[in-house]
């Protein structure tokens, strides 16, 4: 019988995707959206993740990308909530912080 951590090492050992990967994604619909509206929150992220078929970067590294952004000074909280919108799940009614980008996020460094 397998535990859970061995569980979750094998599921990480053949996912097509790596953290890096998953981050890159996120910076780039988090700049894409406050380019758009002028803030971001993760409902509005993750839309615009799946709107162009990158549902494969929802998961735990988008929140550490987040908490990362906020940390640095690049991301402010405005004190503003918005419901998560995620219909398909439970966590759909969820309040999300609503953020304002301090400076350019993406593209990272040394790409155009």
């Known amino acids: 019988m397998t535990d859970l951590l061995d569980e979750l090492e094998m599921s ?17 619909a988090i700049q894409a959206v406050a380019d758009r509206d002028g803030d971001f929150c993760s409902g509005r992220v993750r839309a615009w993740l799946d709107a162009r078929g990158m549902a494969w ?25 918005e419901t998560l919108g995620n219909t ?19 593209p990272l460094d040394g790409e155009v």
């Open 57 to 81: 970067a929802h998961g735990p590294q988008s929140g550490s990308t987040v908490a990362g952004l906020v940390r640095s000074g690049a991301a402010v909280d405005t004190g503003r909530m």
């Open 12 to 28: 990480a050992s053949v996912s097509l995707t790596t953290p890096g990967e998953i981050r890159a994604a996120w910076l780039e």
């Open 88 to 106: 398909k799940h439970r966590a759909g009614k969820r309040k999300t912080p609503v953020y304002v980008l301090t400076a350019r996020v993406w």
